[in-house]
Structures are given as structure tokens and as C-alpha cells.
Nanobody, 124 residues
């Protein structure tokens, strides 16, 4: 089995910073990439950021470029998302995901395994 556990969500004001973490365990031998997605109530799930295991290539949604940074720790099997200058539009439940044969890290259907999510609330 594969397990993904997100942590680090919380409540903060606009302009604040937050760091999310995703810990992976189980059969991750052939995983090729990990990504972060978010979903607000009544809205579709949207891509946020992704990183490949082999080369560490990063991908970002236009809405978060310059504010969010994704990183990985291969030894710890974790992927972090540093979020700076948070906006009310960033409020959502954030999910991490991974897959064995991810070809396009920005497409959610490429991922086989998903965490349960961590809530990020941005409010003044």
C-alpha cells in the first residue's frame, strides 16, 4: 500500500506564510513525481505545484508562481510546499499526490495515490 499524509495547514491572515508537508510511505519504489493540488468548496480541484523525483524538475500554476516553492527530500520521502504572501484566493483544502508513471505532472489523472488533505484558511 501507499500512504500520503499532509500536515501544516492552518488559519492565517492575508500576506502570511505557511509551510505544508507531505510524508510518503509504503511501496514508493517506482514513483516518478509528487504534486500538490487544492480544492475549495464548490470548485474543481486545481493544480498547484509538482516536482519529479529523478531530476527535481518543478512545475507551478501561474497563480502561485513567485509565491509558492515546492521541494523534496529524497531521504525522508517528503515533499514540502512553502507558501508566501498568501491571498484569500489560496484558501482551500490542499492535497498531495503521487504516481508510478507520471508523464505530465500538471494533470491530476496522472496520479494514482492521494492524501486526505490539509485545510488552509486565509482570512482577515
Amino acid at each position: 500500500q501507499v500512504q500520503l499524509v499532509e500536515s501544516g495547514g492552518g488559519l492565517l491572515q492575508p500576506g502570511g506564510s505557511l509551510r505544508l508537508s507531505c510524508a510518503a510511505s509504503g511501496n514508493i519504489f517506482s514513483f516518478s513525481a509528487m504534486g500538490w493540488y487544492r480544492q475549495a468548496p464548490g470548485k474543481e480541484r486545481e493544480f498547484v505545484a509538482a516536482i519529479t523525483w529523478e531530476r527535481g524538475t518543478t512545475y507551478y500554476a501561474d497563480s502561485v508562481k513567485g509565491r509558492f516553492t515546492i521541494s523534496r527530500d529524497n531521504a525522508k520521502l517528503t515533499v514540502d510546499l512553502q507558501m508566501n504572501n498568501l491571498k484569500p484566493e489560496d484558501a482551500a483544502k490542499y492535497f498531495c499526490a503521487t504516481g508510478k508513471n507520471v508523464i505530465s505532472p500538471m494533470i491530476d489523472s496522472q496520479y494514482e495515490y492521494w492524501g486526505q488533505g490539509t485545510q488552509v484558511t486565509v482570512s482577515s
